[in-house]
């Protein structure tokens, strides 16, 4: 945690040379660390290091080790306050497509995201750029447009099994933190670090394609967003405690 601490002098003893102070806390941070056990993959833009600040570079660096590395295509651009901006026209963040990247057991997806355009986001996916395709899946959303859910799915023909919000709705220009997970074939959605639904579900999502930010299939690229960060945990669904975990470390950062 991060701790200010101010002192007020309550005596001088000459004698001694001593000062005698009163402490009062005048601010308390508690940034709870990123949960690592399986996680192969971790972009988080709030850390300065994983990017080339001031230089413009075109690589978001993997903080797992895994060198899992994210390309800002198309002039994505790092915004000071610690995010990606990814603009109306043809910005996309891709992640080539490794082994450690599929998932035929337990997973976990995460990404913190905003809408600015109340429309279909391809939040966080690893589908065919040329449509179709076994194997693929996608965390989507249409922010407040025709009262669609948020989901986790699978096109038509792709294999998976898709599971959305329940009740819960989102909308643009708010901060979310999406997150899928599976534990012996249920999968859980939770936003925010509030499971909202869950669902059998023992596909295996193995496909060779990248996994993209704000670009759909057939190089449709989604309306405009701002994104935080995304991981990925290969073998590993996260408990609620452990989405709660991941969640509060970075809502603590936009604070």
Known sequence: ???????????????SNLLYFRHELSSYRNTP??????????????????????????????????NNNAYLNNGTAWNPGG????????????????NILDFAGDFTVECFYKAYGSDLHMIIGK????????????????????GVKTAFWSSP?????????GTTYVVENVWYHFVVTRISNV?????????????????DYTNPYSIYIGRWDGNVISNPGHVIAARIYQNVGL?????????????????
Request: charged share 15%; no cysteine; glycine share 14%.
């Open 1 to 15: 945690p991060n701790v200010n601490v101010v002192g007020v002098v309550e005596k001088y003893d000459v004698g």
């Open 83 to 98: 995010y990606f901006v990814l603009d109306n026209s043809d910005d996309n963040i891709e992640i080539l497509d490794a």
């Open 157 to 165: 023909g792709g294999g998976g099994v898709s599971l959305d919000s």
């Open 127 to 146: 589908r065919n750029p040329n449509v179709g395709g076994t194997g693929v899946w996608s965390f989507s959303s249409f922010f407040g447009l025709f």
């Open 33 to 66: 660390s990123v949960y690592s056990s399986g996680l192969v993959m971790n972009l988080d833009a709030t850390i300065s290091s994983s990017y080339d600040v001031g230089i413009g570079g075109t690589i978001w660096y993997d903080l797992s080790g895994n």
């Open 187 to 203: 999968k859980y959605l939770y936003i925010n670090g509030v499971l909202l639904n869950s669902g059998a579900d023992s596909y």
């Open 239 to 255: 408990s609620p405690s452990q989405v709660r975990q991941n969640f509060h470390n970075l809502v603590s950062k936009l604070i």
